[in-house]
């Protein structure tokens, strides 16, 4: 009765190690809890510029992923952003582009299956894809790309708030954090992953003229705000596209860390190699060898 006993005992531990090791790896939960339209933050949004002249403030959006049933109250979280070339759906002439499509559902219904907390984020649009001029193409662009950089930053301050001012209420571990871009999202996790200081975003690539012929960066830390998105943005006389005095950047939830642990890029790609220093956290990423826009041999 003894050697059964212990036999039993040893089992019973041995399905506790193996149900212990299998979390995060493979699916443990068999429903997930989702809750829609948490707003994260609110920073402004060059969409309606053409309409109202000036940028405007834009609620950011996510949906949280859980797994259902669970008593794990420190679980590592994910961070997702979508593709859809940093323009709304449908416009953007694609299939994708919002925080719904399928694909990202799935895979933060995978990862909540798993034991995580996936956050599926909305972040700000906006750019011109048919200026008359490349240099103006590429300098909406990547003001683009600089906004979902920081929309990403502030999700992962607004989940460290809410531990340290609301209880923690997604049940997250704030010391592990990964991100994950999907297309045009990927460009977004890779700059997060690699920008640690706005001299970086200074290369020769990333600098235009203004009017008078002098150098102007395409991206301003006055202009623009910081790149984790903690610092005001106000446009001065004389800068290209919005009036004077116009906010580009509101803080939010400053004082809380934006850094991450891992970063996961699907189809998306570097701005410069040389942003990749001894501070850039661990990468993982998947390209396909037909993608015209991420050149599968570069990078």
């Not at 930053?153 to 592990?176: L, M, S, W």
């Amino acid at each position: 009765m003894k050697r059964l006993t212990t036999i039993l005992a040893a089992l019973c531990l041995l399905t506790y190690v193996q149900v212990q090791a299998q979390r995060y790896l493979e699916p443990v939960f068999t429903d997930v809890e989702v809750q829609t339209d948490i707003m994260y933050g609110v920073n402004a949004t060059v969409l309606l510029l053409p309409q109202v002249g000036e940028a405007v403030p834009q609620p950011l959006l996510m949906d949280v992923y859980m797994p259902a049933g669970d008593t794990e109250t420190e679980r590592p979280l994910c961070v997702i952003a979508h593709t859809g070339n940093f323009l709304p759906w449908p416009q953007n002439g694609g299939t994708t582009g919002t925080r719904k499509d399928s694909s990202i559902v799935y895979i933060a219904k995978q990862l909540a299956m798993r034991g995580y907390v996936v956050a599926l984020i909305d972040y700000r649009l906006g750019w011109n894809p048919i200026a008359p001029s490349q240099d103006e193409r590429v300098f909406t662009l990547i003001n683009a790309a600089y906004r979902g950089v920081q929309d990403l930053r502030t999700c992962i301050r607004y989940f460290r708030r809410t531990v340290a001012e609301e209880g923690n209420p997604f049940g997250i571990d704030p010391n592990k954090v990964m991100v994950w871009g999907d297309g045009t999202g990927g460009y977004i996790t890779l700059a997060a992953a690699t920008l640690d200081e706005y001299q970086e975003v200074l290369i020769p690539k990333f600098i235009t003229q203004d009017p008078q012929g002098n150098p102007l960066p395409m991206v301003i830390e006055q202009v623009n705000g910081d790149i984790y998105g903690t610092s005001v943005g106000i446009v001065p006389q004389g800068y290209p596209g919005f009036p004077a005095g116009d906010t580009l950047c509101y803080p939010n939830h400053v004082g809380y860390p934006s850094d991450f642990n891992l970063c996961v890029n699907m189809g998306g790609a570097l701005g410069d190699t040389s942003w990749i220093d001894e501070n850039t956290p661990p990468m993982i990423s998947f390209q396909v060898p037909t993608d015209p826009f991420a050149p599968y041999m570069e990078g």
